[in-house]
């Protein structure tokens, strides 16, 4: 009996280990469209950062900052990013150099799939995952960029997760986290 019970959690323990492929057992992992498994996870410190403090996190625990291909993979993140907060996510918006039109990047430096618009005056932009609003400033009042993408939390009672939107930030900001996102195949 001893041996079959130590059989039963061995091959539990492979299962697992199988499934769950190389992230750890507090990144919640999800296979995406072509079966590759990939984890997410929320980052906070006792201290707000900024998106380059938030990439050396990501690297530090092998990941990158969060990178989100679709509907699915955002309603996670929604989830883990949790009520009356701000957290970064990896995507970027560049302004080209006429002002009136934007080239979207990921933090691996691939171009956007998801959440991707043209210009400021684009209707996409207007559109799930963004936060709608009527003026997309190119820089800050201090004249900062404003081409980092952060989570915000827009409930007012309770939380929805539904309610976190994308928002582009200046880079520099300090807000409370940044979400993490990783391979979990080998």
């Known amino acids: 009996m001893k041996l079959l019970l130590t ?3 061995f091959t539990q323990a ?3 280990a199988f ?25 906070k410190r006792d201290y707000k950062i900024n998106y380059y403090h938030a990439q050396v996190i990501c690297k ?7 990178i989100i291909h679709n509907d699915i993979e955002n309603g ?16 970027h918006i ?20 998801y959440g991707a618009y043209n210009s400021t005056s684009d209707p996409a932009r207007q559109d799930v995952p963004w936060l709608p609003i ?3 400033p190119s820089t800050d009042e201090f004249g900062d960029p404003i081409e980092c993408v952060k989570l915000i939390d827009t409930s007012f009672e309770g939380f ?8 582009e930030d200046p880079c520099y900001d300090r807000i409370d986290g940044v979400i993490c996102s990783k391979s979990c195949d080998n």
């Open 94 to 113: 560049i302004p080209n150099s006429d002002n009136k039109t934007v080239s979207c990047f990921e933090s691996d430096k691939s171009r956007c799939v």
């Open 19 to 43: 499934v769950s492929g190389d992230c750890e057992d507090d990144w919640t992992s999800m296979a995406d469209e072509n079966g590759v498994s990939i984890g997410f996870k929320l980052f």
């Open 60 to 66: 530090e625990n092998g990941a990158n900052v969060a």
């Open 14 to 16: 492979i299962l697992f």
């Open 76 to 91: 996670l993140v929604q989830q883990m990013s949790g009520p009356s907060t701000t957290n970064w996510i990896g995507t």
């Open 7 to 9: 059989s039963i959690i």
């Open 134 to 136: 009527d003026q997309i």
């Open 160 to 167: 929805d997760p539904t309610a976190v939107a994308w928002l």
